[in-house]
Protein backbone atom coordinates (compact mmCIF):
# COMPACT_ATOMS: atom_id res chain seq x y z
CA UNK A 1 0.00 0.00 0.00
CA UNK A 2 1.46 3.46 -1.02
CA UNK A 3 0.40 6.54 1.19
CA UNK A 4 -0.79 9.64 -0.36
CA UNK A 5 -0.62 13.48 1.07
CA UNK A 6 -1.94 15.86 -0.84
CA UNK A 7 -0.90 19.32 0.48
CA UNK A 8 -2.82 22.85 0.62
CA UNK A 9 -2.29 26.06 2.05
CA UNK A 10 -5.56 25.40 4.70
CA UNK A 11 -7.95 28.02 5.85
CA UNK A 12 -9.86 28.84 9.17
CA UNK A 13 -12.58 25.90 9.64
CA UNK A 14 -15.07 28.57 11.78
CA UNK A 15 -14.87 32.32 12.24
CA UNK A 16 -13.06 31.53 15.84
CA UNK A 17 -10.50 30.33 14.30
CA UNK A 18 -9.39 33.21 11.86
CA UNK A 19 -6.91 34.96 14.51
CA UNK A 20 -5.11 31.65 15.19
CA UNK A 21 -4.85 30.74 11.82
CA UNK A 22 -3.34 34.48 10.67
CA UNK A 23 -1.01 33.89 13.98
CA UNK A 24 0.22 30.45 12.67
CA UNK A 25 0.64 32.20 8.86
CA UNK A 26 2.52 35.18 10.53
CA UNK A 27 4.57 32.38 12.01
CA UNK A 28 3.42 32.90 15.62
CA UNK A 29 3.30 36.70 15.64
CA UNK A 30 -0.23 37.35 16.55
CA UNK A 31 -1.78 40.23 14.30
CA UNK A 32 -2.88 43.39 14.97
CA UNK A 33 -6.19 44.34 15.62
CA UNK A 34 -6.04 46.54 12.24
CA UNK A 35 -4.43 43.19 10.53
CA UNK A 36 -7.07 41.02 11.85
CA UNK A 37 -10.11 43.38 10.74
CA UNK A 38 -8.64 43.12 7.62
CA UNK A 39 -8.57 39.96 7.02
CA UNK A 40 -12.15 39.45 8.91
CA UNK A 41 -13.52 42.09 6.21
CA UNK A 42 -12.09 40.47 3.46
CA UNK A 43 -13.44 36.65 4.52
CA UNK A 44 -17.26 38.54 5.26
CA UNK A 45 -16.79 39.86 1.39
CA UNK A 46 -16.43 36.53 0.44
CA UNK A 47 -19.41 34.80 2.30
CA UNK A 48 -17.88 34.57 5.92
CA UNK A 49 -15.29 31.44 5.11
CA UNK A 50 -13.00 30.19 2.03
CA UNK A 51 -14.44 27.36 0.79
CA UNK A 52 -10.97 25.91 -0.03
CA UNK A 53 -11.13 22.97 2.45
CA UNK A 54 -14.38 22.08 0.99
CA UNK A 55 -12.71 22.46 -2.32
CA UNK A 56 -9.69 20.29 -1.09
CA UNK A 57 -11.63 17.28 0.13
CA UNK A 58 -13.11 17.45 -3.01
CA UNK A 59 -10.12 17.47 -5.30
CA UNK A 60 -8.51 14.63 -3.05
CA UNK A 61 -11.85 12.46 -3.23
CA UNK A 62 -11.38 12.33 -6.88
CA UNK A 63 -7.48 11.70 -6.98
CA UNK A 64 -8.58 8.97 -4.12
CA UNK A 65 -11.25 7.85 -7.00
CA UNK A 66 -8.54 7.76 -10.32
CA UNK A 67 -6.13 5.77 -8.18
CA UNK A 68 -7.97 2.98 -7.22
CA UNK A 69 -7.01 0.25 -5.07
CA UNK A 70 -3.76 0.03 -4.02
CA UNK A 71 -3.56 3.76 -2.15
CA UNK A 72 -4.56 5.88 1.17
CA UNK A 73 -5.44 9.38 0.16
CA UNK A 74 -5.06 12.05 2.96
CA UNK A 75 -5.18 16.13 3.31
CA UNK A 76 -2.35 18.12 4.99
CA UNK A 77 -2.07 21.64 5.60
CA UNK A 78 0.86 24.06 5.58
CA UNK A 79 -1.10 26.56 8.42
CA UNK A 80 -4.35 24.63 9.45
CA UNK A 81 -5.58 21.30 11.04
CA UNK A 82 -4.74 18.85 9.73
CA UNK A 83 -1.53 19.61 9.82
CA UNK A 84 1.34 18.02 6.88
CA UNK A 85 3.04 16.45 10.05
CA UNK A 86 0.28 15.16 11.29
CA UNK A 87 -1.20 13.66 8.39
CA UNK A 88 1.98 11.95 7.26
CA UNK A 89 2.88 10.38 10.83
CA UNK A 90 -0.77 8.92 10.31
CA UNK A 91 0.22 7.49 7.23
CA UNK A 92 3.55 6.12 8.55
CA UNK A 93 1.56 4.48 11.57
CA UNK A 94 -0.04 2.31 8.80
CA UNK A 95 3.16 0.59 7.77
CA UNK A 96 2.66 1.60 4.42
CA UNK A 97 5.32 0.65 1.60
CA UNK A 98 6.07 4.46 0.48
CA UNK A 99 4.47 8.05 0.65
CA UNK A 100 4.29 10.38 -2.50
CA UNK A 101 3.20 13.99 -1.98
CA UNK A 102 1.44 16.29 -4.18
CA UNK A 103 0.82 20.09 -3.31
CA UNK A 104 -2.16 21.77 -5.17
CA UNK A 105 -0.07 24.20 -6.38
CA UNK A 106 1.25 23.48 -10.29
CA UNK A 107 4.32 25.88 -10.00
CA UNK A 108 7.08 24.86 -7.95
CA UNK A 109 9.41 27.29 -5.71
CA UNK A 110 11.60 26.60 -3.10
CA UNK A 111 10.13 28.96 -0.86
CA UNK A 112 6.66 27.35 -1.10
CA UNK A 113 5.77 23.78 -2.60
CA UNK A 114 9.76 23.46 -1.42
CA UNK A 115 8.46 24.01 2.10
CA UNK A 116 5.57 21.65 1.90
CA UNK A 117 7.80 18.69 0.43
CA UNK A 118 10.41 19.23 3.15
CA UNK A 119 8.11 19.26 6.17
CA UNK A 120 6.55 16.29 4.96
CA UNK A 121 9.31 14.23 4.23
CA UNK A 122 10.45 15.07 7.83
CA UNK A 123 7.74 13.58 9.13
CA UNK A 124 8.07 9.99 6.96
CA UNK A 125 11.24 9.07 8.75
CA UNK A 126 12.61 6.34 7.13
CA UNK A 127 9.83 5.85 5.16
CA UNK A 128 10.41 6.33 1.40
CA UNK A 129 8.69 9.32 0.62
CA UNK A 130 8.89 10.86 -3.42
CA UNK A 131 7.68 14.46 -4.05
CA UNK A 132 5.35 15.70 -6.72
CA UNK A 133 7.40 18.82 -7.71
CA UNK A 134 5.51 20.35 -10.16
CA UNK A 135 2.40 19.49 -12.45
CA UNK A 136 1.66 22.50 -15.15
CA UNK A 137 2.86 20.41 -17.78
CA UNK A 138 -0.07 17.84 -17.65
CA UNK A 139 -1.85 18.76 -21.12
CA UNK A 140 -5.37 18.30 -19.33
CA UNK A 141 -4.20 21.03 -17.23
CA UNK A 142 -3.44 22.96 -19.98
CA UNK A 143 -5.97 21.94 -22.05
CA UNK A 144 -8.54 22.41 -18.95
CA UNK A 145 -6.97 25.97 -18.95
CA UNK A 146 -7.62 27.19 -22.32
CA UNK A 147 -10.69 26.10 -23.29
CA UNK A 148 -11.99 27.99 -20.33
CA UNK A 149 -9.73 31.23 -21.73
CA UNK A 150 -11.76 30.59 -25.15
CA UNK A 151 -14.65 31.01 -23.48
CA UNK A 152 -14.14 33.93 -21.97
CA UNK A 153 -12.77 35.91 -24.63
CA UNK A 154 -15.38 35.07 -26.71
CA UNK A 155 -17.59 36.74 -24.28
CA UNK A 156 -15.21 39.76 -23.84
CA UNK A 157 -14.17 42.94 -25.80
CA UNK A 158 -12.51 42.89 -28.97
CA UNK A 159 -9.71 45.11 -27.06
CA UNK A 160 -8.83 42.16 -24.07
CA UNK A 161 -5.60 41.63 -22.62
CA UNK A 162 -4.78 38.60 -21.09
CA UNK A 163 -3.37 38.67 -17.37
CA UNK A 164 -1.88 35.44 -16.16
CA UNK A 165 -1.47 35.74 -12.26
CA UNK A 166 0.30 33.93 -9.52
CA UNK A 167 1.41 34.36 -5.72
CA UNK A 168 3.99 36.85 -5.66
CA UNK A 169 6.84 36.07 -3.17
CA UNK A 170 9.75 38.06 -2.26
CA UNK A 171 12.37 38.51 -4.24
CA UNK A 172 14.78 36.95 -2.00
CA UNK A 173 13.06 34.04 -2.29
CA UNK A 174 13.28 33.76 -5.95
CA UNK A 175 16.70 34.18 -6.55
CA UNK A 176 17.89 31.31 -8.90
CA UNK A 177 14.62 29.69 -8.47
CA UNK A 178 12.39 28.57 -10.77
CA UNK A 179 8.96 29.70 -9.83
CA UNK A 180 8.62 32.37 -12.45
CA UNK A 181 9.97 30.46 -15.17
CA UNK A 182 7.40 28.03 -14.78
CA UNK A 183 4.62 30.34 -14.74
CA UNK A 184 6.14 32.17 -17.99
CA UNK A 185 5.94 28.07 -19.21
CA UNK A 186 2.92 27.54 -17.88
CA UNK A 187 1.22 30.91 -19.16
CA UNK A 188 3.20 29.97 -22.82
CA UNK A 189 1.45 26.85 -23.40
CA UNK A 190 -2.04 27.48 -22.00
CA UNK A 191 -2.14 31.08 -24.41
CA UNK A 192 -0.81 29.09 -27.33
CA UNK A 193 -3.09 25.99 -26.67
CA UNK A 194 -6.29 29.04 -26.94
CA UNK A 195 -4.58 30.53 -30.37
CA UNK A 196 -2.93 34.32 -28.03
CA UNK A 197 0.05 35.53 -29.69
CA UNK A 198 2.62 36.08 -26.85
CA UNK A 199 2.72 39.11 -25.29
CA UNK A 200 0.93 41.31 -27.84
CA UNK A 201 -2.18 39.55 -26.33
CA UNK A 202 -1.19 37.99 -22.84
CA UNK A 203 1.57 39.31 -19.67
CA UNK A 204 2.23 38.13 -16.71
CA UNK A 205 1.01 39.85 -13.81
CA UNK A 206 1.51 39.11 -9.82
CA UNK A 207 -0.98 38.97 -7.16
CA UNK A 208 -1.77 38.70 -3.10
CA UNK A 209 1.61 39.93 -2.31
CA UNK A 210 1.96 39.81 1.67
CA UNK A 211 1.92 42.74 3.45
CA UNK A 212 6.06 43.02 4.63
CA UNK A 213 8.18 45.68 3.81
CA UNK A 214 10.58 43.87 1.81
CA UNK A 215 9.97 43.88 -2.25
CA UNK A 216 7.53 41.48 -3.74
CA UNK A 217 8.00 40.19 -7.40
CA UNK A 218 5.58 42.12 -9.22
CA UNK A 219 3.89 44.35 -11.50
CA UNK A 220 0.80 44.21 -9.30
CA UNK A 221 -1.90 42.92 -11.19
CA UNK A 222 -3.94 46.09 -10.10
CA UNK A 223 -1.37 48.42 -11.58
CA UNK A 224 -1.10 46.44 -14.49
CA UNK A 225 -5.00 47.02 -15.31
CA UNK A 226 -4.79 50.52 -13.88
CA UNK A 227 -1.76 50.84 -16.39
CA UNK A 228 -3.79 48.84 -19.29
CA UNK A 229 -6.25 51.51 -18.60
CA UNK A 230 -3.85 54.59 -19.05
CA UNK A 231 -2.75 53.44 -22.35
CA UNK A 232 -6.68 53.72 -23.88
CA UNK A 233 -5.75 50.53 -26.10
CA UNK A 234 -7.82 47.79 -24.24
CA UNK A 235 -11.11 47.73 -23.48
CA UNK A 236 -11.32 44.89 -20.88
CA UNK A 237 -8.89 42.14 -18.92
CA UNK A 238 -9.66 38.60 -18.88
CA UNK A 239 -7.62 37.26 -15.68
CA UNK A 240 -6.12 33.49 -16.20
CA UNK A 241 -5.11 32.64 -11.97
CA UNK A 242 -2.94 29.55 -13.62
CA UNK A 243 -1.42 29.62 -10.32
CA UNK A 244 -3.96 28.61 -8.58
CA UNK A 245 -6.02 25.40 -8.65
CA UNK A 246 -9.03 26.40 -5.96
CA UNK A 247 -11.35 29.11 -5.34
CA UNK A 248 -10.28 30.76 -2.43
CA UNK A 249 -9.57 34.31 -0.96
CA UNK A 250 -6.90 34.72 -3.24
CA UNK A 251 -8.97 34.25 -6.28
CA UNK A 252 -12.93 34.77 -4.53
CA UNK A 253 -11.67 38.36 -3.05
CA UNK A 254 -8.40 39.94 -4.93
CA UNK A 255 -9.33 39.35 -8.20
CA UNK A 256 -13.47 38.61 -8.33
CA UNK A 257 -13.57 41.78 -5.96
CA UNK A 258 -10.69 43.80 -5.61
CA UNK A 259 -9.31 43.50 -9.47
CA UNK A 260 -12.55 43.98 -10.41
CA UNK A 261 -13.37 46.66 -8.79
CA UNK A 262 -10.03 48.78 -9.94
CA UNK A 263 -10.87 47.68 -13.29
CA UNK A 264 -14.31 49.07 -13.42
CA UNK A 265 -13.00 52.31 -12.16
CA UNK A 266 -10.59 52.47 -14.92
CA UNK A 267 -13.58 51.41 -17.47
CA UNK A 268 -12.34 48.25 -18.13
CA UNK A 269 -14.40 44.55 -17.89
CA UNK A 270 -13.09 42.28 -16.13
CA UNK A 271 -14.00 38.34 -16.46
CA UNK A 272 -11.64 35.43 -14.88
CA UNK A 273 -11.09 31.89 -16.56
CA UNK A 274 -12.40 29.19 -14.04
CA UNK A 275 -9.97 27.36 -11.57
CA UNK A 276 -9.04 23.31 -12.00
CA UNK A 277 -10.85 22.53 -8.99
CA UNK A 278 -11.55 18.60 -9.08
CA UNK A 279 -11.94 18.63 -12.60
CA UNK A 280 -12.08 14.61 -13.33
CA UNK A 281 -9.82 14.78 -16.26
CA UNK A 282 -6.60 17.06 -14.63
CA UNK A 283 -7.20 15.13 -11.58
CA UNK A 284 -7.49 11.62 -12.88
CA UNK A 285 -3.81 13.27 -14.73
CA UNK A 286 -2.23 14.04 -11.66
CA UNK A 287 -3.46 10.61 -10.09
CA UNK A 288 -1.22 8.98 -13.10
CA UNK A 289 2.07 11.21 -12.12
CA UNK A 290 1.28 9.97 -8.54
CA UNK A 291 0.93 6.71 -10.00
CA UNK A 292 4.34 6.76 -11.57
CA UNK A 293 6.17 8.56 -9.24
CA UNK A 294 6.36 4.95 -7.74
CA UNK A 295 6.97 2.65 -9.97
Keep these: MIGVVVMAYGTPGAPGEVEAYY ?11 EQLADLVRRYDAIGGLSPLAANSAAQRTAIAAALGDGYVVAGGNKHAAPFIEDTVRALVDQGLDSIVGVVMAPHYSAAS ?11 AGSTPYAAIDRWYDIDQFVEHQATSLRARLAAAPPRTKVLFTAHSLPERALIDDPYP ?6 ADAIAAAAGLLAW ?7 QSAGRTPEPWRGPDILAVIRDLAATG ?17 EVLYDIDIEAAQVAAAAGLTLSRTD ?16 ADATS
Design 200 to 206: GDWTIAW
Design 233 to 249: RAEGVVVVPHGFTSEHL
Design 113 to 123: VGEYHARAREA
Design 275 to 290: VVGDDPLVMAALARRI
Design 23 to 33: THVRRGRPPTP
Design 181 to 186: DQLYQS
